[in-house]
């Protein structure tokens, strides 16, 4: 007991920390230059050195001639990402309850859903353009775009919401239903609300897939672009630093949308287990 | 000390006629028939997987009989809602819905009848000032310890005004020292609300401490349906006698009968028995199998020559395997020359008088009416029969 307690620490906790140290330059050294260099000033280049700092770059960026349509891909890729966040919340709660039932086929179904993890994201966006063509209806960002990112954000969701229903207890539905409560609701007084938290997980998921998502996009979108076709467009042609700006506003909305999410699931966590010392007191008088 | 002999109108009582429960291809509960009087304390007590929570559940309306009527107050209610059955149902985990405050849980069913907002709540502060738990009204469930949410669950449950409480193992989240103060919690509120209570559990003492009545149950079957002084001390079967305890059950095959005693017998060991009077039991006969329980607190030990001494009729000789010292008294467990177990209970003033030492040969005596004639099960003769002495579980 009293060597585990000098302090002295072993070899290989000095090599796992090295270890650790270079995974987190990697994954955040290349990210960090871009948003530094996101500050260039007017002058500077798309290397380092700085040539003084500035917020001229984010500027160039919402002018629409130098830099291509940014204003617009934004905002599609927002309400695209917002309309995928909807129908995969309502589509996984509903499928997740309804292979509560173990249903005949329940097993193949799942399968089936499931297996669009899987496949080559290119693939799926390839047969959708083709389907659409084949019927003679236009690919579009909101149709057969939002249709090619569900196959790839329900099966997330579903996942998720099969896990947060096999650690809900049937008998909140029982209790409810014994104390005469109808299947209308127990769905919307208790299964919701004890739900939620694992919703917005879900809606977190779906948000996030959605507004980064390419290879499924990127033959189904039809003549406008989503955001990530678009700063995949300016790679090629934005040759300033305005396109490190594009990297820096994007990773902020999905900083945003992280935080959002994570801070209601911790104010729901907090409201159900908030200290009771205050709460009593400021309610009940007597 | 019956309140369903003060109360003989009292709403809420309770009749299974002929029930039958089967999930597939097992049988939960089998051809059951069972009378609950209105007001009663009713347990319903056994071993995991015996069908008594089906019971519960059926009568609540969360299963349907395969076969049978569940009846309440004379009307048959199977395939009504639970609320239409007045009944009430109190979870084993409370299942007190986590996002909602005890006020907001106990109002939930005056919510589901569409009474507003601040009439139920004010009732619901009503129920809970009932049960002493008006301060905590604000709180979530999580908030609150094992025992304050059983009596959430109590006020939730009784809001809805029942005639009957079911109670599903409502004592078993609880550690050993709450367990005994809300035991006598629930027998004050059952009393004041003067409605039946059904209790389900697996723990004999909770069930004898509790109830007016006591339903001992075995793979979907009825053992015994009596007070809780009558399973105790006279239990019907050998099963009822095992699984309650405080007694020694033995049994095996009649060999002889003369002069007014039996000899039982099983392998290579026999007992001499005082017999019925022929009035008391169907007289059995040489061939027959036969079981007899003695309580282990009506056993005299006294010090034997040796352990293959003769006992004489109504005894059994043997060496002492095991003393445990349980504070007023000592259970002195005693091993025949077969190995077979036989359990008496000494009073620690009688046995520190001349304390008995692991291995002493022993005669173990009752007296003939202390000997309490057990009805064969047909079904589990065979299975208990081959055992002349068997020391029930402790």
Known sequence: ?286 | MNPADQRPAARGSIELAGVTKRFGETIAVRNIDLKIPGGCYCCLLGPSGCGKTTILRMIAGHESPTEGAVLIDGENVVGKLPVERGTAMMFQSYALFPHLSCTDNVAFNLKTRGVEKTERRARARDMLDRVRMKSFADRLPAQLSGGQQQRIALARSLITNPRVLLLDEPLSALDEFLRLQMRGELRNIQAEFGITFIHVTHTQMEAIALADMVVVMDQGQIEQAASARDVYDRPRTGYVAHFMGGQNVLAGTITSRQSGNFTIASGNKKIDITAPRSATASSPAVGDQFEVAVRRDRVRLTRAPSQAADAGVNAVTGRVSGIEYQGTWLKISIEDACGEGFVANVPDDQFFADPLKMGDPVIARWDADELHYLVARPGRAAANGSTVVAAAGS
Not at chain 1, 7 to 27: D, E, H, M, Q, W
């Open chain 1, 1 to 286: 007991m009293q060597k585990l307690q000098t302090g002295k620490r072993p070899l290989s906790f000095y090599a796992l920390s090295i270890f650790f140290g270079l995974f987190v330059l990697f994954l955040y050294g290349p990210m960090s230059a871009i948003y530094i260099l996101s500050f260039q000033g007017p002058t500077g280049g798309l290397t380092f050195p700085m040539r003084g700092w500035s917020l001229h770059w984010f500027d160039a960026l919402f002018s629409q001639q130098r830099t291509g349509d940014f204003a617009g891909a934004f905002t599609r890729s927002m309400i695209l990402a917002v309309m995928v966040l909807l129908l995969t919340v309502a589509i996984s709660v509903i499928a997740g309850l309804a292979f509560r039932r173990r249903f005949v086929g329940a097993a193949f179904v799942f399968y089936l859903a499931v297996a669009s993890l899987i496949m080559p994201g290119l693939l799926v966006g390839l047969g959708v353009g083709l389907t659409f063509q084949t019927l003679g209806v236009q690919t579009k960002w909101f149709a057969s775009a939002l249709g090619a990112q569900l196959t790839w954000t329900l099966p997330f969701g579903m996942l998720i919401m099969f896990a947060v229903l096999s650690r809900f207890n049937r008998a909140y539905e029982e209790a409810a239903r014994d104390l005469g409560a109808t299947n209308w609701q127990i769905f919307l007084w208790v299964v919701l609300p004890i739900l939620f938290p694992g919703m917005i997980a879900v809606a977190l998921f779906g948000f996030t897939l959605s507004y980064d998502e390419f290879p499924r996009t990127l033959l189904t979108s039809g003549a406008a672009n989503t955001l990530p076709m678009e700063i995949w467009g300016m790679t090629t042609n934005v040759t300033s630093p305005a396109l490190y700006a594009l990297g820096t506003v994007t990773t902020l909305v999905s900083f945003i949308a992280i935080a959002l999410a994570l801070g209601s699931i911790a104010i729901i966590q907090w409201r159900r287990s908030r200290p009771v010392a205050n709460v009593s007191s400021a309610k009940e008088p007597e």
